[in-house]
Each structure stands twice: as C-alpha cells, then as structure tokens.
C-alpha cells in the first residue's frame, strides 16, 4: 500500500487550487463585463433594455447555481453540443456573477444623490458624460468594498463546478481522499487553502469600507 505524507497531499492540492485562482479569476473578470452592460441596461431610460435586465438578474439570482451548472454541462449535451467541463463552469459561474456585480453597481449608481445627475445636466452634459465624469467615479467609491467582498462568493463558488467533473480544490480533495484514506487530513487542508484564498479579501474588504466611511464622514 502506498504511504502518502502530508506534504503529498499538500502538494497535489496546492497544484488543483491553481484552476481554482483561474476559474475564480475568468468568472470575476467575465461576470464584470457582462455586469456592466446589466447596470447600463438598469439605469437606461428605454423600458425594454431595463425590463431584459431586470428579467435576466431575477433569473440568475433566483436560481441555484447548481442547477445553472447542470443546464450549462448536461443541457447543452442534450442539443448534441459537447461542452467540456470547464467552458461549462466557466460560462455558468460568468452569467452567475455577472447578475449579482450588475445589481450591486445599480445600487451603488442610484445611491448617487439625484442632484449630482440635475448639476451635471445643467452643464450641458448628455447622460454618457454624466454616467463618465460625474456618476461612475462615484459609484465606483461605494462599490469597492461590496464587489470585494463578493469576489469571496465567487471563489467559494467554484467549488460546486466539481459536481460536473471540473477539477479544482473540493473536487482534488474528493480525488486524494479517495487515494489516500484520510478525509479529516485533506478536507482540513481543502479549508485552509480556501481560508488562505478567501481571507486577504474579506479583510480589504473590511478595510477598505472603513476607509470609505472615513472619507465621507471628513467631506
């Protein structure tokens, strides 16, 4: 029977949390952009852009991501297209996150007072000026700490991709236990790792709330 030490383990884990920084990493960065198209439709003046906005966030946050990993892997399957596991995990968690960053910018945007966008008008600026020089580098103070803070759900999100066969750290650790017949050692450090990826950001966030706070208390 093979021996396997803690540094072995450690070792293999280590290797699987990397795609879960990268899946972490394309599902933030995708689910922005798409976001940011979310909230212009949000806050458009046309109902239907603010209607398929509206639609399209109640979807995706009224549904279990787990349920939108199996339609995005096995329903696609169903229509003859063959989606590897980690487009399928991949796409699933960018529309996930892109609903909820797009309704925390709408918040941050519309917690704007309104007589910034009446002052702005006043100057003669159209509502892409006022959205660029006036509104959004606002926003963009009270949205740090909640997008922050919602980078961590992403993270620990990604662990429910192993359902559909991706490999990153809870599908590792389900793969070394196997192997090696030590759960209360691999899933400890499976918690440690996420601890260790999760914490830094939950703390800036902290930090960076408190900054904020500060400054609008001193204007």
């Not at 806050?43 to 852009?49: E, L, T």
């Not at 918040?107 to 966008?117: L, P």
Request: charged share 15%; glycine share 8%.
């Amino acid at each position: 029977m093979i021996e396997f030490t803690i540094w072995d383990v450690l070792r293999n884990l280590l290797l699987a949390s990397r795609w879960t920084i990268v899946l972490s990493l394309v599902s933030f960065i995708g689910g922005g952009l798409v976001g940011l198209v979310l909230l212009f439709l949000r806050i458009s003046r046309r109902k239907w852009a603010r209607a398929v906005a509206k639609y399209y966030i109640e979807l995706f946050q009224g549904t279990p991501l787990l349920m939108q990993l199996f339609i995005a892997f096995f329903g696609l399957g169903l229509f003859g297209i063959d989606v590897p596991a980690w487009l399928a995990a991949g796409l699933a968690l960018i529309l996930w996150s892109a609903a909820f960053l797009g309704e925390i910018w709408r918040g941050c945007v519309e917690a704007i007072a309104k007589g910034q966008w009446e002052a702005s008008a006043s100057l003669g600026m159209g509502r892409l000026q006022q959205m660029r020089y006036v509104i959004l580098p606002q926003a963009m103070r009270i949205a740090v700490p909640p997008t922050v803070g919602f980078s961590v759900q992403v993270i620990k999100g990604t662990a429910l991709t192993s359902i559909i066969g991706f490999v990153e750290l809870s599908k590792a650790g389900t793969v070394v236990t196997n192997a090696t017949f030590q759960p209360f050692t691999v899933y400890g450090l499976v918690a440690l790792i996420y601890f260790a990826l999760c914490w830094p950001l939950s703390k800036s966030s902290q930090i960076l709330e408190r900054k904020l706070n500060v400054a609008h208390r001193n204007h």
